[in-house]
């Protein structure tokens, strides 16, 4: 059984940072393909970014060149590093996971965490 589960979000201003982090469960992080997603109110569940095992990575086009996904074999952790946050980025985001295949926005992993919310507002 793999458990997920994030922390990292809150509050920030338009233009803030915050990082957001997800620690699996267990001795099987070496085989788990991870993956961020995100939903706002009214909108459906989308892919922000997604990790291999080898830590290629793959993002959302309105994430690209703010966000940065990294994962840490010693701590079972995977990170989303998020940077000139924008209204448009508030949601409740969520740490997803799958046996060797990554993530994508048509095919979620099969494992969840519960979701932490972010919020950008002035």
């Known amino acids: 059984q793999v458990q997920l589960v994030e922390s990292g979000g809150g509050w920030v201003q338009p233009g803030g940072s915050l990082r957001l982090s997800c620690k699996a469960s267990?001795?099987?992080?070496?085989?788990?393909?991870m993956g961020w997603y995100r939903q706002a109110p009214g909108n459906q569940r989308e892919l922000v970014a997604a990790?291999?095992?080898?830590?290629?990575?793959n993002y959302a086009d309105s994430v690209k060149g703010r966000f940065a996904i990294s994962r840490d074999s010693a701590k079972n952790t995977v990170d989303l590093q998020m940077n000139s946050l924008k209204p448009e980025d508030t949601a409740v985001y969520f740490c997803?996971?799958?046996?060797?295949?990554?993530?994508?926005?048509?095919?979620?992993?099969?494992?969840w965490g519960q979701g932490t919310q972010v919020t950008v507002s002035s």
């Open positions: 990790i291999t095992l080898g830590s290629n990575t």
């Open positions: 997803n996971a799958e046996y060797y295949r990554i993530p994508t926005t048509s095919t979620p992993g099969t494992y």
């Open positions: 267990g001795s099987i992080f070496s085989r788990l393909a």
